[in-house]
């Protein structure tokens, strides 16, 4: 896609010193057909900003702030898009964005996840039992009963969520050489300048949390140039799969 892009890696970024809002127009369409998907929401995670496409697929999003966010595309029968944009001041990005349709479960099939896909729920248990990091399922995220990812970090071993009245938390590592703040991945992809700790995301739509302290801790999956101080990974609900205890 021309501007786009599903996997960028953002190095070094800043959403500081926005002026004037952007805004992001396109259709929204199914990948092989190219037929519109229509009634999808989408959203500019870590705001508030969200929308439904049309009968066309057509879709509009203004107001958002200069700066780099993740965009997400959730439909019925489709896996869950994710794109991360870099928009500047007063920009107009258009462009057309593609879902993959779900696979058909077929009577009598099974299917085994693909533990070298390490967003599938098998590389998930793999690194939960390799017994490194810290992990909540869904179940677990339930019992705990929080208001906030950072009130589920409060129980982590390591962890420190400071709060500063209307300013919002902060979660800190503090197995690092000092407390600092970790990088954020939301689905797989790097999601810290458009989440962090008190993004707007509904809890009960988690349906696993990763938790690594330092930088030694975190796996080759999840490893950033220049990272120092630990990862949250944040994956969410999507049809056909579950990260329950067994």
Not at 42 to 60: H, K, M, N, S
Not at 72 to 80: D, I, L, N, T
Not at 162 to 179: D, E, F, H, Q
């Given at each position: 896609?021309?501007?786009?892009?599903?996997?960028?890696?953002?190095?070094?970024?800043?959403?500081?010193?926005?002026?004037?809002?952007?805004?992001?127009?396109?259709?929204?369409?199914?990948?092989?057909?190219?037929?519109?998907?229509?009634?999808?929401?989408?959203?500019?995670?870590?705001?508030?900003?969200?929308?439904?496409?049309?009968?066309?697929?057509?879709?509009?999003l203004p107001g958002i702030p200069a700066g780099i966010h993740l965009l997400?595309?959730?439909?019925?029968?489709?896996?869950?898009?994710?794109?991360?944009?870099?928009?500047?001041?007063?920009?107009?990005?258009?462009?057309?964005?593609?879902?993959?349709?779900?696979?058909?479960?077929?009577?009598?099939?099974?299917?085994?996840?693909?533990?070298?896909?390490?967003?599938?729920?098998?590389?998930?248990?793999r690194r939960r039992n390799s017994g490194v990091g810290v992990f909540m399922?869904?179940?677990?995220?339930?019992?705990?009963?929080?208001?906030?990812?950072?009130?589920?970090?409060?129980?982590?071993?390591?962890?420190?969520?400071?709060?500063?009245?209307?300013?919002?938390?902060?979660?800190?590592?503090?197995?690092?050489?000092?407390?600092?703040?970790?990088?954020?991945?939301?689905?797989?992809?790097?999601?810290?300048?458009?989440?962090?700790?008190?993004?707007?995301?509904?809890?009960?739509?988690?349906?696993?949390?990763?938790?690594?302290?330092?930088?030694?801790?975190?796996?080759?999956?999840?490893?950033?140039?220049?990272?120092?101080?630990?990862?949250?990974?944040?994956?969410?609900?999507?049809?056909?799969?579950?990260?329950?205890?067994?």
């Open positions: 896609m021309r501007q786009l892009v599903g996997l960028l890696a953002v190095l070094g970024a800043s959403n500081a010193g926005a002026q004037t809002a952007a805004a992001v127009r396109g259709v929204l369409v199914q990948r092989d057909s190219r037929t519109p998907v229509d009634g999808a929401r989408i959203a500019v995670v870590g705001t508030p900003l969200t929308t439904t496409t049309d009968v066309q697929g057509r879709f509009e997400q595309a959730r439909a019925v029968g489709f896996v869950v898009g994710t794109w991360l944009i870099q928009l500047n001041d007063g920009q107009s990005l258009r462009d057309t964005l593609e879902l993959e349709a779900l696979a058909v479960a077929l009577t009598a099939v099974t299917v085994v996840a693909n533990a070298s896909d390490w967003r599938s729920e098998a590389a998930f248990e399922t869904r179940e677990e995220i339930r019992q705990r009963h929080p208001a906030s990812v950072s009130d589920l970090m409060r129980s982590v071993p390591g962890v420190l969520t400071n709060c500063r009245g209307r300013g919002g938390c902060i979660v800190l590592m503090t197995r690092s050489t000092r407390p600092c703040q970790p990088e954020y991945f939301l689905d797989g992809y790097p999601a810290t300048l458009s989440t962090g700790s008190s993004f707007p995301i509904d809890l009960a739509a988690i349906r696993g949390v990763e938790v690594y302290r330092n930088q030694s801790e975190t796996p080759a999956e999840f490893q950033r140039p220049g990272l120092r101080c630990g990862v949250i990974a944040i994956w969410t609900i999507e049809p056909g799969t579950s990260l329950e205890r067994r």
